[in-house]
């Protein structure tokens, strides 16, 4: 039988604040994983989001291609253009996804930023209704995102509207990828993995899953061997987790979690909203998690180009596809 993680329950719906605070900073102590359950966003749109998802993966190579990832990381990824854990890892994940992140015009300003500019669409003849669904759950998983960030907030004893700022999430480089994982059956002896192991890079994701078995966690990345445990899918609820620039900004408090998918022969279909800051945020430790005893763990970094880095190394480089890469 497969080992199954307990992961605590954050209400969006709950009344009582210092409740919800309370099992969110456990949760973030403990295994920077948690489910975030009544959170606002209809059933209706979630399985909606799966459905359109599943239209586009189930498209020809050929027609998918025509929206293959361009340098500013919006667009399709094919199987094996992502190598979570390359010292583990045999020839790439095998999955293949979508990056839709904010959409900017190309002659506004703001699009000559990294991560920000013009989105890929696929045809509209194909899909109709594919941009309305994905641009609608984009804005409503950033609004969620915020509400979560003030109860990370408390529970590291900052004011409330730490998150909320301009140069933090005021202009967040805020991304949706949908992610389709093909029926390989993973064998970490071989090299295969849905996913490889890996941590996030930015401030949270917001991850929702259908009902196949995939993701795991590993709470001690140091443990010999590693110890990795399933999280169970729960419908219609967000599997929240922690990246690294709150491990940093935490000054290790709170974690951010090793985790990778291995597939089980099913296909499986995932829907990640990662949340990260604004391009010149720089993350360095909080007043609130440092001391004499705990000094800062980490240099002051940028945000724009940490997540710049952790792109480049984990992605295929554009020139290696013979496509239009846009």
Not at 101 to 123: I, K, M
Not at 181 to 194: F, H, L, M, R, V
Request: net charge negative.
């Amino acid at each position: 039988m497969p080992e199954f993680v307990e992961l605590n329950c954050v209400d969006l719906s709950e009344p009582d604040l210092n409740k919800s605070v309370s099992l969110l900073k456990q949760a973030c102590l403990d295994c920077g994983f948690f489910y975030l359950v009544n959170h606002g966003i209809s059933l209706d749109l979630m399985d909606e989001v799966f459905s359109q998802s599943k239209k586009f993966f189930d498209l020809p190579y050929e027609e998918k291609m025509k929206v293959l990832r361009n340098k500013k990381h919006r667009g399709y990824t094919p199987m094996f253009d992502e190598t979570l854990d390359p010292d583990n890892q045999v020839g790439g994940d095998y999955k293949e996804g979508y990056y839709i992140g904010v959409e900017v015009p190309e002659n506004d300003p703001q699009a000559q930023r990294s991560f920000f500019g013009p989105n890929l669409w696929p045809s509209k003849d194909l899909l109709p209704r594919w941009r309305e669904t994905m641009e609608k759950y984009h804005r409503e998983c950033l609004e969620r995102a915020r509400v979560l960030a003030r109860l990370i907030a408390l529970a590291l004893n900052l004011e409330p509207d730490f998150f909320d700022k301009p140069e933090i999430l005021g202009e967040a480089i805020v991304t949706l990828r949908l992610l389709h994982y093909e029926g390989k059956a993973a064998d970490p002896d071989k090299g295969i993995y849905g996913a490889g192991a890996h941590s996030d890079f930015g401030l949270l994701t917001l991850l929702a899953t259908d009902d196949v078995l995939g993701l795991q966690i590993c709470r001690h990345k140091d443990a010999q061997p590693r110890v990795w445990e399933y999280v169970a899918p729960l419908r219609g609820a967000f599997v929240v987790n922690l990246g690294d620039m709150l491990e940093r900004w935490s000054n290790c408090i709170f974690r951010s979690t090793l985790h990778r998918v291995l597939s089980n022969g099913q296909e499986r279909y995932s829907i990640a909203y990662f949340v990260e800051p604004s391009h010149d945020c720089i993350v360095e430790c909080l007043p609130t998690c440092k001391s004499d005893s705990n000094p800062p763990k980490y240099p002051p970094i940028k945000s724009e180009a940490y997540l710049h880095q952790r792109y480049m190394d984990t992605h295929a480089d554009l020139s290696s596809y013979d496509h239009k890469t846009g």
